[in-house]
């Protein structure tokens, strides 16, 4: 072939492609799609017309403009989840979507510095003074669509804790464990698991440490707790992949690994699920 032809040939490929993006785009697809169940824990990313209103669980969810939104299932939902769409020309149609329950072993953590299990006064209030300032920060719903991108693990290691389980500390019951860790060697890489806005970055919370707080829109936010090391301020565009930290064990640790919490506003969701979400 010659090169000129050969350039044809590519540029005809290169049309074909881009119409085909086009097409996959073109927000003409009146169907309303979500997965019909889920996992308590569970991410749901769902497809509406474009322009449609949305309701789930008391709140109005934002739309992107392809039609996209997300909701988080927490991990006591007991389902169905209903969700109740309004299409642009008013007609309604309401969604459930069955939540299979999952079972919670028990975990028991030992070994853990006393005054983090049952802290004298002064520290309580500074532990809800700073749970407070990281629970503001969840509450935006950025128009920003990040949380649609497929996820990555944010460092590599053996899972050491999994999300949801009951968890006792030193033989006391404390709350469920919040998110996924992974052991890691201290200093040790945290990369993005996804794009985001930093909306919180402190390097010694006294029961999470080292705490970075990423939003990846509409709700969907990444926490990193116990890190060494800071890379990130607040208000930095992140892309994913980027390094944000250093694996650590600061604040209520026994050990060097990550945790890594995920949440739709308030809502604990599971960054495994996430992880195993099909594109
Ligand atoms: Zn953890």
Redesign the pocket.
């Known amino acids: 072939m010659s090169r000129r032809a050969a350039l044809r040939a590519l540029a005809a490929l290169a049309g074909v492609l881009l119409l085909g993006a086009a097409a996959a785009q073109t927000p003409q697809d009146d169907r309303v799609v979500f997965p019909a169940g889920v996992q308590q824990g569970a991410l749901v990313i769902g497809k509406v017309p474009p322009g449609s209103r949305v309701e789930y669980a008391g709140r109005t969810l934002r739309v992107t403009g392809y039609g996209s939104v997300a909701l988080g299932i927490g991990r006591d939902a007991q389902g169905p989840a209903q969700v109740k769409v309004t299409r642009p020309d008013g007609r309604e149609e309401t969604v459930a979507i069955r939540i299979d329950p999952r079972d919670w072993p028990l975990q028991r953590v030992d070994g853990v510095p006393p005054a983090t299990v049952d802290p004298p006064p002064a520290i309580a209030e500074r532990i809800r003074r700073e749970q407070a300032q990281v629970s503001a920060q969840r509450s935006r719903d950025d128009d920003r669509a990040d949380f649609a991108q497929r996820f990555v693990q944010p460092v590599e290691g053996r899972i050491s ?1 999994r999300f949801g389980r009951a968890r006792v500390y030193n033989g006391r019951p404390g709350s469920p ?1 919040s ?1 996924m ?1 992974i052991a890691a060697p201290t200093g040790t890489a945290v990369r993005a698991p996804a794009g985001g806005i930093v909306t919180f970055a402190a390097p010694d919370l006294y029961l999470t440490g080292g705490t970075v707080l990423l939003d990846h829109g509409h709700g969907i936010s990444s926490n990193f707790l116990h890190l060494s090391r800071l890379d990130v301020r607040v208000g930095d565009r992140v892309e994913q992949g980027q390094v944000i930290g250093a694996v650590g064990a600061t604040g209520r640790a026994t050990g060097p690994h990550l ?1 890594w919490g995920m949440n739709w506003f308030d809502v604990r969701i599971d960054p495994q699920l996430v992880l195993e979400r099909a594109p």
Do not use: A, I, L
């Open positions: 804790g464990h998110g860790d945790h």
